[in-house]
């Protein structure tokens, strides 16, 4: 256990509604990153949050968005939902200066599925 | 753009039997280079890491990994098997000094391991 926790575990949700994902990250550790996990896919890179400020991005449309709490905690929306949303969404959080090499430690993940 | 190739999408092995799982990334810097694994039902976790220094890391359950850097490449590897071991296994990369840490995934490789 990393001591990451995710919820909801699974979601249903219809094409064009709007969904959100949450995430605590393990005590001491000031950096979330959020990964989109297609089915016999390696995870995909969102976005990361550092001191609740995002800091860097991946190839994701603004429809997806987050926010980072005080206590580093997280929270991942993605607004008008597409069938090709549905995966398993990875939240993970790590301790370190921005840029700086260090570990990320993984959650169980939210199921989306979009009908 | 990093990139993760990882060339065994299916191994099968039997209990005893040595494994190597090949990793390449392509990216001309500095980089960071993890393993993580996934059991069945279970999150992802990190196996191992290298960061810097001795190019031939260990890590957990009897799993090491050498970085070739002239091969950009970080192959794993484990000299006897158990059936313990079956899992997905991911290998991936961080491009260091970009201000944030986004890690790149392979595909993942499915390891069966045979009693």
């Known amino acids: 256990e990393t001591g990451v926790t995710q919820s909801p575990t699974h979601l249903i949700k219809t094409r064009g509604q709007q969904v959100t994902l949450r995430c605590s990250s393990q005590?001491?550790?000031?950096?979330v990153s959020w990964y989109q996990q297609a089915l016999g896919q390696g995870p995909q890179f969102i976005f990361q949050?550092?001191?609740?400020?995002?800091?860097g991005r991946g190839n994701f449309p603004p429809r997806f968005s987050g926010l980072q709490f005080p206590n580093y905690s997280s929270e991942l929306n993605v607004n008008a939902l597409e069938l090709d949303d549905s995966a398993l969404y990875l939240c993970?959080?790590?301790?370190?200066?921005?840029?700086?090499?260090?570990?990320?430690?993984f959650g169980p993940g939210t199921r989306l599925t979009v009908t | 753009a990093q990139s993760v190739s990882q060339h065994n999408h299916h191994v099968i092995l039997s209990e005893a039997a040595s494994l190597e799982l090949g990793c390449n990334y392509s990216?001309?810097?500095?980089?960071?280079l993890f393993w993580y694994v996934q059991y069945p039902g279970q999150h992802l976790q990190l196996l191992l890491k290298?960061?810097?220094?001795?190019?031939l890391v260990k890590g957990i359950k009897g799993f090491e990994a050498e970085f070739i850097k002239s091969k950009f490449s970080f192959n794993l590897r484990k000299p006897s098997v158990q059936w313990s071991d079956t899992a997905e296994y991911f290998c991936?990369?961080?491009?260091?000094?970009?201000?944030?840490?986004?890690?790149?995934f392979g595909t993942g490789t499915r390891l069966l391991v045979s009693p």
């Open positions: 949050y550092y001191r609740e400020e995002e800091n």
């Open positions: 005590s001491g550790h000031n950096t």
């Open positions: 991936a990369v961080n491009a260091r000094n970009t201000g944030f840490q986004k890690l790149v």
């Open positions: 290298y960061f810097s220094g001795d190019p």
């Open positions: 993970a959080s790590s301790f370190g200066t921005s840029g700086g090499s260090y570990e990320q430690y």
């Open positions: 990216y001309g810097g500095t980089v960071n």
